[in-house]
């Protein structure tokens, strides 16, 4: 029931073989997904999911990072579902190109752990594989 964050493999950052050059965790002035810490019996149980205090609470627009590329572009990445942010992958801080090497695995950006009560509306709105794909050929064909 919990969310990974990772880029899209249709992102910009994984299609244009651009080079990451920094990411930042800073949002603004008085806010820091860095600063997110989460307290709890242990991260890696069940009662976690129950005894989690302090993590920060995310909307669908909240941001979690803004990503620059070495052409000067930004992107701000978006968390796109509600819930607590768990944890913020601070080795990518260090190797960007995790990201795009390993964009599904090492190269996640952050763990959000949805409301109970919403995650089962939240995993029927995802896209299957197929479907997300053949959304990418309409996207593509009606660019071209």
Partial sequence: RICVITLAEAHPLLQSGKTIKNINYQISANCSRLQNKVSGKSKRTCLFLFQMQGAQFLTELAPLCRISSSDGEEYTIYSCIRGRLIEV?????TNPALLQEKPSTEGYIA?????????KSITQGLLTQKEYEEVLLKRRSSAS
Wanted: glycine share 0%; proline share 7%; no cysteine.
């Fill in 89 to 93: 992958n601070e080795n990518i801080l």
């Fill in 111 to 119: 763990v959000v752990l949805p409301k109970f009560e919403e995650s």
